[in-house]
C-alpha cells in the first residue's frame, strides 16, 4: 500500500508539475484576450457617451456650434487611440503607443475607407483635395522625419501636440469662412437642436465615459501586452494589428454608415480628420509623456512607409485626370483593402517567422 501510495504520488506529481505551467497559461491567456474583447467593447461605448456627453454640455455652455463639431467630433472618434497610446506611454510601452498611432492610420485607410468605397463609390469633395490631403500629407512627412533616426524627443512630441492645436484652430478658421457649404450647414442645422441631456446629466456621462476611457485602455493594453508575452509576439506587431483595429471602431462604424446612407463627405472627412488626430495629438501625448529613445528600425522603414505609401495612393486617387469628377470607385477601394490585407499578412508572417 506504501509503495502503490509512494508510486502515485510520484506518478501524478510529475503529471501535476507537468500540466500545471500549461494549465495557467491557458488560463492566462484567456484572461488576456477577455481583457482585450471587454476593453474593445467598453472603449466604443466609453466614447459614444463621452462624445455625447461633451457635445451636450457644451451646448449648455454656450460653446459654437462649429466648434462643437469640430473639436468634439474630431477628438470623439480618436479618443480611443488617444487614451490607450497615454495609458501605455505611461507604462514605458513605445511599441504599443507608436504601433497604434501608424497602425491606426494604415487601418483607416485601407480598412476602413477601401470597405466604404467597396459598399458606395465615394465622390470626393475639391476642397479636401485643395487643403485638407496637403496637409495629411506634410503631417505624415513630418512624423516620418521624426522618426527617421529612431528617436522622439520630448520637444518633437510638444511640436506635434501643439500642431494638433493649431490643426483645430485653423479647421475653425476655414469652418466658418464656408458657411455656405452644404456639409456646414447640415451641421451647424443639428448641432443647433436643443441638447437631448440636462446639464446634470451631460456632466456625468461625460465624467462617466471618460473614467471608463481609461479604465477600458488599461485592460486593453495589459491584455495585448500579456497576449504578446504569451505568444512570443512584440508588442510592436500586437499594436499594429489588434489594438489599431479595435481602437479604429469607431472610425469604420461611423465611415460605412456613412457609406450606406451616400454621406460621401462625411465618409472621406471622418478618415482624414481622424488621421490627422492619430498622427499629431496621439504620437504627441505619448511622446510628451515618454520620450522614445529605442524605436526599432523597422517603426519607419516598414510602418511609417506603409502609411505614408497609403496616404500618398489616397492622394492619387483623389485627383482629378482628364477633367472627370474625382472618385473612389469600387476599384480604388478594392486596391486600399487589398493593400491592407497583405500589409497585415506580411506582419503575421513575420511573427510567426520570428
Request: aromatic fraction near 12%.
Amino acid at each position: 500500500m506504501y509503495l502503490k501510495t509512494e508510486f502515485g504520488r510520484n506518478v501524478f506529481g510529475k503529471f501535476d508539475t507537468m500540466r500545471k505551467p500549461s494549465f495557467v497559461a491557458e488560463l492566462n491567456m484567456i484572461l488576456f484576450l477577455v481583457a482585450v474583447v471587454f476593453g474593445f467593447v467598453a472603449l466604443t461605448w466609453s466614447a459614444d457617451k463621452f462624445v455625447d456627453g461633451a457635445a451636450s454640455t457644451a451646448k449648455h455652455l454656450g460653446m459654437s456650434s462649429l466648434l462643437i463639431g469640430i473639436v468634439i467630433v474630431g477628438f470623439g472618434t480618436s479618443a480611443p487611440e488617444m487614451v490607450v497610446s497615454a495609458i501605455a506611454a505611461f507604462q514605458g510601452n513605445h511599441a504599443i503607443a507608436l504601433g497604434n498611432a501608424l497602425g491606426s492610420n494604415t487601418t483607416n485607410i485601407g480598412l476602413v475607407l477601401g470597405l466604404s468605397a467597396l459598399i458606395s463609390p465615394i465622390m470626393v469633395h475639391s476642397k479636401i483635395i485643395k487643403k485638407e490631403m496637403p496637409l495629411l500629407l506634410f503631417i505624415a512627412m513630418l512624423n516620418g522625419y521624426f522618426l527617421f533616426d529612431g528617436v522622439l524627443t520630448f520637444f518633437e512630441g510638444l511640436v506635434l501636440f501643439l500642431g494638433c492645436f493649431a490643426m483645430v484652430g485653423w479647421s475653425v478658421f476655414e469652418s466658418i469662412r464656408a458657411k455656405r457649404d452644404s456639409l456646414g450647414r447640415q451641421m451647424t442645422q443639428e448641432l443647433n437642436e436643443e441638447p437631448k441631456m440636462s446639464l446634470h446629466v451631460s456632466i456625468v456621462w461625460l465624467f462617466v465615459g471618460l473614467v471608463l476611457l481609461v479604465i477600458s485602455s488599461r485592460f486593453i493594453v495589459w491584455g495585448a501586452v500579456g497576449i504578446a508575452s504569451s505568444l512570443g509576439v512584440s508588442d510592436l506587431i500586437i499594436g499594429l494589428t489588434i489594438i489599431a483595429l479595435g481602437t479604429s471602431l469607431p472610425e469604420l462604424a461611423t465611415s460605412i454608415t456613412a457609406s450606406f446612407k451616400k454621406e460621401h463627405d462625411i465618409a472621406l472627412g471622418n478618415i482624414v480628420g481622424s488621421n490627422m488626430f492619430n498622427s499629431l495629438a496621439v504620437i504627441g501625448i505619448a511622446t510628451v509623456i515618454s520620450p522614445a529613445d529605442d524605436i526599432a528600425p523597422e517603426v519607419f522603414y516598414r510602418d511609417w512607409g506603409v502609411m505614408f505609401l497609403l496616404t500618398v495612393m489616397l492622394f492619387a486617387m483623389m485627383y482629378r485626370f482628364g477633367g472627370k469628377e474625382p472618385i473612389i470607385n469600387r476599384a480604388k477601394g478594392a486596391i486600399l483593402f487589398a493593400c491592407y490585407i497583405a500589409y497585415n499578412v506580411y506582419l503575421g508572417m513575420n511573427a510567426i517567422l520570428s
